[in-house]
């Protein structure tokens, strides 16, 4: 159990376009879903917190305007990369916490590459 | 603020020889961590974690690391490597107790070698 999705797994796209990339538990409901970026052989870089129903909560440095989080039910999480430029390129990794549960743990997707050329 | 540190970039180990990744924390209070594996261009798969209770956790694939609190370190180890175990390894630490948000270690790449 406790199975995260994404898709795309890997997206290509031109400079100025936008792209979505969908976050979703399979197998539960999550309470909260967070949203990740990590650079090549770098740690993972927390973008922003997202709760079912409410405004996503952003890190510091991180543009809400250019990265809009929808978070429509408790197994759906949206990421979109508005007017995407080359430096936006990285693979962006989800996660989620189960609802009701204490384990403390977070249950990762398997991530987006997503390249802006 | 919380913190965690992996002072190796890489870790060589021949197969069948016992590992041990590295990994020191500074928290105040009482740290919640986790250590989780990263396979290429895949996600974070979690091993195990400290809450509380016996210092020496029991995880996933023969994993198990110790909560040292004198030394604030939670070393990940495994007493036999498979050339399988070669991955990328993260320690990290809840950023507070009322918060599920989770700050990692900069990774730590584990090569085991046949």
């Known amino acids: 159990g406790a199975v995260v999705s994404q898709h795309p797994s890997w997206v290509i796209c031109k400079s100025g376009t936008s792209v979505k990339i969908e976050c979703r538990s399979l197998?539960?409901?999550?309470?909260?879903m967070f949203w990740y970026r990590q650079f090549p052989k770098q740690s993972l870089m927390l973008m922003a917190t997202?709760?079912?129903?409410?405004?996503?909560?952003?890190e510091q440095g991180v543009e809400k305007d250019k990265f809009l989080i929808n978070h429509a039910s408790l197994t759906l999480s949206t990421l979109t990369v508005t007017s995407a430029h080359p430096e936006d390129s990285s693979f962006y990794i989800c996660?989620?916490?189960?609802?009701?549960?204490?384990?403390?743990?977070?249950?990762f997707g398997p991530g987006t590459r997503l390249t802006v050329t | 603020a919380q913190s965690v540190a992996q002072p190796e970039d890489q870790v060589n180990v021949a197969e069948g020889n016992p590992l041990t990744v590295k990994c020191t924390y500074s928290?105040?209070?009482?740290?919640?961590l986790f250590w989780y594996v990263q396979y290429p261009n895949r996600g974070l798969q979690f091993l195990l974690k400290y809450i509380t209770g016996d210092n020496l956790v029991k995880g996933s694939y023969g994993f198990e690391a110790e909560f040292n609190k004198s030394q604030t370190s939670f070393h990940l180890k495994k007493p036999s490597a498979l050339v399988s175990d070669s991955a990328l390894y993260f320690c990290a630490v809840r950023r507070s107790y009322n918060t599920d948000k989770l700050i990692f270690g900069t990774g730590t790449r584990l090569q085991v070698f046949p």
């Open positions: 197998d539960f409901q999550a309470t909260t």
């Open positions: 997202s709760n079912e129903g409410s405004k996503a909560t952003y």
């Open positions: 928290v105040s209070g009482n740290p919640y």
């Open positions: 996660s989620a916490t189960r609802e009701g549960a204490s384990s403390y743990e977070q249950y």
